[in-house]
């Protein structure tokens, strides 16, 4: 199972979350930062529904694929000060 790590940082005169480099909007509090990240982690770990996904590669072929609706990762939230 793939695993994705949320983490708390200090942004933009705020604070934010930051997963996998990508950073979240900026937040007044730490607290607030903290609350939003559980808040995407919980709903990121929701199962979906399988269904065919069709997408193009950077050579202009073309895919189809199966995406399971129940592969989702874990999600935990770095919220340690």
Do not use: C, L, N
Request: proline share 2%.
């Amino acid at each position: 199972m793939a695993k994705v790590s949320y983490e708390i940082v200090e942004h933009d005169g705020g604070w934010a979350y930051k997963v996998a480099g990508t950073f979240s909007e900026t937040f007044r509090s730490r607290d607030e930062a903290v609350q939003a990240a559980h808040r995407a982690a919980d709903e990121q770990q929701v199962a979906g529904t399988t269904e065919g996904i069709r997408y193009e590669d950077s050579q202009g072929e073309w895919h189809d694929e199966i995406s399971q609706g129940g592969d989702r990762p874990q999600a935990q939230v770095e919220d340690e000060p």
